[in-house]
């Protein structure tokens, strides 16, 4: 998928742990987006960040849901006291912001809380 | 949030057939995307259509941006048995800008007998 990396590919919580996900962009891309996606269902935005900013938080839950994209870094998914609600796939995808509409996806990260 | 109609939800098809499936959407995108996504992993880009009346093919895919920028068409050609997985229509309501997150449809799952 182009480039795009992201880890864990799989991720097992218990209910009330922390999930880290991380999403480094295809190089020279400096504008990332995280996706959720549940079973037979599209792809839902969640958030739309640039380096050190975020830009578009509105489709992230307001509550045990963060994301940043630091200077040096990959861009972390941060979801807190994980509830079985919470188990999908998260993707992420980069630009290289020109053409924002050509997102690249990676291969995601299927959350599984217990 | 925006919504976006994708038909069928699924289609069972004999190698060599063509294929079609659309998207509507009750607003007016200035982009439309279509992808491709295969188990456990991201979708794929395969076709970005910028103009409202645009055709633009990719292989044996062909898809359509319609004149009233509420829907697209993908087409496929003689379908082989690699074309199988699900697709993904996606519409960007702005285009190059910072706000440019992107809605996707529900999914067309191909089959594609031998």
């Known amino acids: 998928n182009a480039g795009v990396m992201q880890n864990p590919r799989h991720l097992v919580r218990r209910r009330g742990q922390e999930a880290r996900l991380r999403c480094s962009p295809m190089?020279?891309?400096?504008?990332v987006y995280w996706y959720r996606q549940l079973p037979e269902e599209g792809l839902k935005f969640m958030v739309y960040?640039?380096?050190?900013?975020?830009?578009?938080e509105s489709g992230m839950p307001k509550e045990r849901f963060s994301a940043e994209f630091p200077k040096e870094g990959p861009s972390i998914l941060r979801i807190q006291q994980v509830v079985r609600g919470d188990s999908a796939a998260y993707f992420c995808?980069?630009?290289?912001?020109?053409?924002?509409?050509?997102?690249?996806f990676g291969s995601g990260t299927q959350l599984s809380v217990l | 949030g925006q919504q976006l109609n994708q038909s069928p939800q699924s289609m069972f098809i004999q190698e060599g057939e063509d294929v079609s499936m659309n998207c509507t959407s009750s607003?007016?995108?200035?982009?439309w995307l279509w992808y491709k996504q295969e188990p456990g992993e991201g979708p794929v880009l395969l076709i970005a259509?910028?103009?409202?009346?645009e055709l633009t093919s990719n292989g044996r895919l062909t898809a359509q941006f319609g004149i009233t920028r509420k829907d697209s068409f993908l087409n496929i050609s003689a379908s082989i048995p690699s074309d199988v997985g699900i697709y993904f229509c996606?519409?960007?309501?702005?285009?190059?800008?910072?706000?440019?997150?992107?809605?996707f449809g529900r999914g067309t799952q191909l089959t594609v007998w031998p």
């Open positions: 995808a980069s630009s290289p912001g020109e053409t924002n509409e050509k997102l690249f």
């Open positions: 190089k020279g891309h400096s504008h």
């Open positions: 960040l640039q380096k050190e900013n975020i830009i578009d």
């Open positions: 607003s007016i995108f200035n982009t």
């Open positions: 259509l910028y103009k409202a009346g």
């Open positions: 996606a519409g960007q309501l702005t285009r190059g800008s910072t706000l440019g997150r992107l809605y």
